[in-house]
């Protein structure tokens, strides 16, 4: 069974540009969440989606947004890049419909730096 | 509001040395609680799991009991490996915003 997917791997933007990240659940799994880890501020959730509606969000700011598609895979987009949004953006299913979700599964990341 | 309050790293060990990484929550009710493990250059993956009080997780060879009389989850194990070197990282389901909350994490380095 395949894991979760993230692509791309590793990206470089300059500040003010946008991105755009992309997660492939693993099949079956109808919610995936993201998290931004960085050395400082470790893991912070960013927001769910179950069944393409978001579930539940975290605390950043309104240019963090996502969507998930109908079938389950899930974006993540980041506009007006600063700095600070330098991080690994890690996404996370579940087979669990409930919230909290239980066990995630992780893709590898997407590791964002920006200039 | 809940947190997870982890052990601050690294912590630097030889091969076959006992390993306990400390991990204390602050929840109402009894969430379920985690220990994820996340090696070099991977993205992180689940290690055990205890969903109510006095449950063990274990796996690998590591060990976490769910202690409610002192809101932790210590994670052990008698004999670590070179291969066990990683990041680890304690967390609880209780975010407010119905997430995990996770732990600073801890960075594990086995020397041979």
């Known amino acids: 069974k395949a894991g979760v997917t993230q692509t791309p791997r590793y990206l470089i933007k300059t500040r003010g540009q946008q991105v755009t990240l992309s997660c492939s659940p693993i099949s079956g799994h109808r919610s995936v969440s993201w998290y931004q880890q960085t050395p400082g501020q470790g893991l912070q959730f960013l927001f769910e989606y179950f069944s393409e509606t978001q579930r539940n969000k975290g605390n950043f700011p309104g240019r963090f947004s996502g969507r998930q598609f109908s079938n389950s895979r899930s974006e993540m987009n980041v506009s007006t890049l600063e700095l600070g949004d330098s991080a690994l953006y890690l996404c996370a299913s579940s087979p669990s419909g409930r919230a909290p979700p239980g066990e995630l599964f992780f893709g590898e990341g997407s590791r964002l730096t920006v200039l | 509001g809940n947190s997870v309050t982890q052990m601050e790293g690294p912590v630097t060990l030889s091969e076959e040395a006992f390993l306990t990484i400390n991990c204390t929550y602050t929840?109402?009710?009894?969430?379920?609680l985690f220990w994820y493990v996340q090696y070099p250059g991977e993205g992180l993956q689940l290690l055990l799991k205890a969903t109510k009080a006095d449950d063990k997780g274990s796996n690998k060879g590591f060990e976490a009991t769910y202690r409610k009389e002192t809101t932790s989850f210590h994670l052990e194990k008698g004999s670590v490996q070179v291969s066990d070197s990683a990041v680890y990282f304690c967390?609880?389901?209780?975010?407010?915003?119905?997430?995990?909350?996770f732990g600073k994490g801890t960075k594990l380095s086995v020397k041979p």
């Open positions: 967390a609880l389901a209780g975010g407010s915003q119905g997430n995990l909350i």
């Open positions: 929840a109402t009710g009894y969430p379920s």
